[in-house]
C-alpha cells in the first residue's frame, strides 16, 4: 500500500450511513448531520493499493497514537487542496470529510503514526 494523502493535524467529520443523499456535501464547517461526528487535532492518511483506496485516522490516547478507524473506500472527493475538504465514501456507507486545519502539534505523538507498523487489530466492516 502507498500513502497518497497524510493530513496532520486534521479535522473530521464522520457520519454513519444513510444519513445524506450525496456524500460529496459533507464538509467540516457546517453542523455536523444528525449521529455523525466531529474530530479535530487527528492524522488523516489515504492509502491505495491495487484493488482500492483505504482512509486510516489516528489520534493521541494516554498510551500514544491509536488507530480510531481504518476501511476500505468505495469512492473518494479529492478537492485537489489538503486545505479543503475532501470526502471519503466507505464500502459501509460511512462519509469521512477531512481536511488539514493550521495548528500546533507541539507535544503530539501523532506525528511518528505510521500505517505500516503493527495496530491494534480493526474489524473491517466490509469483509
Given amino acids: 500500500m502507498k500513502i497518497i ?12 450511513p444513510n444519513v445524506v443523499d450525496d456524500f460529496t456535501t459533507v464538509t467540516t464547517a457546517v453542523k455536523v448531520p444528525s449521529g455523525g461526528r466531529y474530530l ?8 491505495k493499493d491495487d484493488d482500492s483506496h483505504v482512509v486510516m485516522v489516528a489520534a493521541d490516547a494516554n498510551d500514544g497514537p491509536r488507530l480510531i478507524f481504518s476501511e476500505r473506500l468505495s469512492d473518494l472527493n479529492w478537492s485537489g487542496d489538503k486545505k479543503l475538504d475532501s470526502q471519503a465514501l466507505t464500502r459501509s456507507g460511512k462519509i ?32
Fill in 5 to 16: 494523502h497524510d493530513f496532520f493535524p486534521a479535522t473530521v467529520v464522520a457520519v454513519p
Fill in 40 to 47: 479535530e487535532r487527528v492524522r488523516v492518511i489515504v492509502m
Fill in 96 to 127: 469521512i470529510s477531512f481536511k488539514h486545519v493550521p495548528g500546533c502539534t507541539c507535544g503530539s505523538r501523532l506525528r511518528s503514526f505510521s500505517p505500516y507498523k503493527t495496530m491494534d487489530s480493526i474489524k473491517d466492516p466490509t469483509e
